[in-house]
């Protein structure tokens, strides 16, 4: 079975950077997958922050993270961990984190999938 596990979140600093992990098992990136990282704030949406499926070239951030958020993963493929790495972060990106992945191949883009495996979340807060 898929299982994610997020990681990295904390209390910083406006203009403070953090590296959030998602460690999956269960699959491995030699196979076909997209995968997205996510975030919701209390009493709002949530927020698809940036997306890549395998199938396609390039990755979709959305326009509140674009140039600030970075997601990456391990070019080992022996090590299955998304990364999303959170520069210039501001009090508005306080939220739960969350990574997905839907682990085949699909001919969608990113930004129209149904991911069906989710990680737990993991907090950030921003401080002003």
């Known amino acids: 079975d898929v299982q994610l596990q997020a990681f990295g979140g904390g209390l910083v600093q406006a203009g403070s950077s953090l590296n959030l992990s998602c460690e999956v098992s269960?699959?491995?990136?030699?196979?076909?997958?997209?995968v997205a990282w996510y975030r919701q704030a209390p009493g709002k949406e949530r927020e698809r922050l940036a997306c890549?499926?395998?199938?396609?070239?390039?990755?979709?951030?959305a326009a509140s993270v674009k140039g600030r958020f970075t997601m990456y993963r391990n070019r080992n493929n022996e090590k299955n961990t998304l990364y999303l790495q959170m520069n210039n972060l501001k009090p508005e990106d306080t939220a739960v984190y969350h990574c997905?992945?839907?682990?085949?191949?699909?001919?969608?883009?990113?930004?129209?999938?149904?991911?069906?495996?989710w990680g737990q979340g993991t907090q950030v807060t921003v401080s002003s």
């Open positions: 890549t499926n395998s199938v396609y070239s390039g990755t979709y951030y």
């Open positions: 997905a992945i839907l682990p085949i191949r699909i001919l969608k883009q990113c930004t129209e999938i149904k991911y069906d495996y």
């Open positions: 269960g699959f491995t990136f030699r196979d076909d997958y997209a």
